[in-house]
């Protein structure tokens, strides 16, 4: 039996600004993954575990079965005779990337079970082709974090650059538990965006400032300053239009219990809030997020 795995990741800052070329930065999560195994089949075929009772085939319609397909067409091989058994810990549609960490995963035990390697760059292509398939237009981030598995600044089309920090930062992820597919809130976006260019622009501009201040903060240990600013994007978030009474209510308690900042993660209008907290302070603010109604509240660090 082959296994492989993928992790999941947050953003840290720039999303939706991300998909007109400003900055964003996101970070992986080790505490939620998606997982794949291998066995012999009389067939190639793909079983979502706990998502999905048909098992998907070679030829079908399904971002999957089109990523198979184009991976093997990279190397050169035929699909072989095997089931590939995906299951996750990660919740779907909530700006966790759990779309770009199944396929990560359902492709590495592809290419482990053959036992090829190929470059990251590669990897990232082919995850981002996929994204493109469940999204349409996907800006890249949310593949390139959950395949390089590190720290990134990241613009559109140009290589992540990874970001060094000198301190250890505490996180706290809550889940608002409503799901909010991305895709959606990426079209309200450009829903805005081509009806009020001149007031959306600025905003995006601002997001993107934002994304550059917040890597400078991460570099000099300023857990305030990237507190300050995590607010301050949250609150351009709003007048995108993608936040939430629920996520304005998780953020504003994580605030009031002492976190440096808070905002929302990824599409949004559900999903997941981020606050970075002092250690000594992570308890408080953790309590205070699940009395505010988050269904689930993990702990990621950067360091
Ligand atoms: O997949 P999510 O929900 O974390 O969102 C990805 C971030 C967006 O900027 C909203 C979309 C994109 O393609 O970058």
Redesign the pocket.
């Known amino acids: 039996m082959y296994t492989s795995q993928a992790v999941s990741k947050i ?1 840290l800052a720039g ?2 600004a ?2 007109y070329g400003h900055p ?1 930065i996101a970070i992986p999560v080790s505490s939620l993954k998606a997982y794949a195994s291998v066995d012999q089949s009389k067939q190639f075929q793909i079983i979502l575990k706990d998502l999905d009772k048909v098992a998907i085939k070679a030829d079908d319609v399904h971002p999957f079965a089109k990523l198979a397909q184009a991976t093997q067409s990279l190397i050169g091989q035929e699909l072989p005779a095997i089931t590939i058994t995906l299951k996750s810990d990660i919740p779907i549609a909530s ?3 759990s779309g770009a960490a199944l396929a990560t995963a359902l492709t590495r035990a592809l290419l482990n079970y053959q036992h090829i390697n190929i470059p990251q760059h590669e990897l990232n292509n082919l995850i981002y082709q996929s994204e493109e398939s469940f ?1 349409g ?6 593949n390139t974090v959950v395949v390089y598995e590190k720290p990134i600044y990241y613009i559109k089309g140009q290589a992540p650059t990874p970001i060094n920090t000198i301190n250890n930062f505490t996180f706290l992820i809550a889940d608002s538990g409503i799901s909010a597919p ?1 895709k959606e ?2 079209k309200a976006v450009r829903g805005l965006y081509d009806r009020d260019r001149q007031n959306i622009e600025p905003i995006l501009n601002e997001i993107g400032q934002i994304a550059n201040s917040i890597r400078d903060a991460i570099e000099a240990g300023n857990s305030k300053l990237i507190g300050e600013l995590m607010t301050e994007n949250h609150q351009l978030l709003r007048q995108l239009t993608v936040s939430s009474d629920k996520l304005d209510i998780l953020v504003n308690a994580a605030t009031v219990a002492g976190a440096f900042g808070a905002k929302l ?3 949004g209008r559900g ?1 997941n809030i981020i606050a970075l907290v002092h250690p000594e302070n992570q308890t408080t603010v953790q309590q205070a997020l699940v009395d505010a109604g988050a269904i689930r509240v993990i702990k990621t660090s950067l360091n």
Request: hydrophobic share 30%.
């Open positions: 953003i999303e939706h991300v998909v964003a700006g966790l990337g999204h237009t996907p800006s890249g981030i949310d991305t809130t990426v993660s990824g599409g999903g």
